[in-house]
Nanobody
């Protein structure tokens, strides 16, 4: 399974970005997906999850601002990020969880300027 994240960039505080993570493999639609982020000098943290059935969960720090979604026909998971803050600056990674076996994509940099 290969995962390719895209959509990162530089945005001003209050702005929006949409990240995409395209999966290449037959197990995408039956796997849970997640977005993580890692800021410089910090541990990687969970941002949002979406199950194969579409149930979602969010870190408290992004609730009400970020939305995770998926399009199984396109083997893609999205992270819509609104009202961005400088503290959202990090490298964002997508993860596929197939029955406890994890696959990670390469990260995409998100930088939010104040």
């Amino acid at each position: 399974v290969q995962l390719q994240a895209s959509g990162g960039g530089l945005v001003q505080a209050g702005g929006s970005l949409r990240l995409s993570c395209a999966g290449f493999g037959s197990i995408f639609s039956i796997s849970d997906m997640a977005w993580y982020r890692q800021a410089p000098g910090k541990q990687r943290e969970l941002v949002a999850t979406i199950t194969s059935g579409g149930s979602t969960n969010y870190a408290d720090s992004v609730k009400g601002r970020f939305t995770i979604s998926r399009d199984n026909a396109k083997n893609t998971v999205y992270l819509q990020m609104n009202s961005l803050k400088p503290e959202d600056t990090a490298v964002y990674y997508c993860k596929l969880d197939h029955w406890g076996i994890y696959y990670w994509g390469k990260g995409t940099q998100v930088t939010v300027s104040s």
